[in-house]
């Protein structure tokens, strides 16, 4: 079946420093891919959507400078998060929807820790 | 606005019992119905949806879920619970092309 990888899993980086989750479909073609973010025991909130080629939508609330992200090609995007603070910590988790069939695939999550 | 409402932080139940995970939504326009499932630490598993056709959807694991647009609910249900299928549940919705709506999900715990 399809297959969204997300790498890192886990990643722990100090206060002030950039961290970026990879998030890629393994074989298929993904024009969009949407980054959510999930606190603990609460629900998954759409961070921003992105399209191959062009600039991500960001939902309201969220700042575009601080989570970076780039949809460089069919099967890769990245977020980064920029100048991290512990308030960042949380997990984050892409999805992509197959060019092809519209169908969505979640990746396993990153959860990111800052100190 | 697309909105999903599960009202249940909890469900407990004992292994072999029925259990049902209930969700209401609201969308304008024809709503694209799922249920995934996440376990500690994962991404989400696909369950099983709903996008046109037969009301009552049959998915994984021996799940299934009943569309039903007058009480624009998609409960899901399982005629015997295992202790196995304790984790946290997410009713979403979306509409056409637009993106995911998630509810804030329900645990569920299956006691042996």
């Known amino acids: 079946g399809a297959v969204v990888s997300q790498h890192p899993s886990r990643v722990i980086c100090k206060s002030g420093t950039s961290v970026k989750i990879e998030c890629r479909s393994l074989?298929?073609?993904?024009?969009?891919m949407f980054w959510y973010r999930q606190f603990p025991k609460q629900s998954l909130m759409l961070m921003a959507t992105s399209n191959e080629g062009s600039k991500a939508t960001y939902e309201q609330g969220v700042e575009k400078d601080k989570f970076l992200i780039n949809h460089a090609s069919l099967t890769l995007s990245t977020l980064t998060v920029t100048s991290a603070h512990p308030e960042d910590s949380s997990f984050y988790i892409c999805?992509?929807?197959?060019?092809?069939?519209?169908?969505?695939?979640f990746g396993e999550g990153s959860r990111l820790t800052v100190l | 606005a697309q909105s999903v409402a599960q009202p249940e932080d909890q469900v407990n139940v004992a292994e072999g019992n029925p259990l049902t995970v209930k969700c209401t939504y609201s969308?304008?326009?024809?709503?694209?119905l799922f249920w995934y499932v996440q376990y500690p630490n994962r991404g989400l598993q696909f369950l099983l949806k709903?996008?046109?056709?037969?009301?009552l959807v049959k998915g994984s694991y021996g799940f299934e879920a009943e569309f039903n647009k007058s009480q624009t609910s998609f409960h899901l249900k399982k005629p015997s619970a295992l202790v196995s299928d304790s984790a946290l549940y997410f009713c979403a919705v979306r509409s056409g092309n637009t993106p995911l709506v998630f509810g804030k999900g329900t645990r569920l715990s299956v006691i042996a």
């Open positions: 999805s992509a929807r197959n060019a092809g069939s519209g169908e969505l695939f």
């Open positions: 969308v304008s326009g024809n709503p694209y």
């Open positions: 074989d298929f073609q993904a024009t969009t």
């Open positions: 709903y996008i046109t056709g037969d009301n």
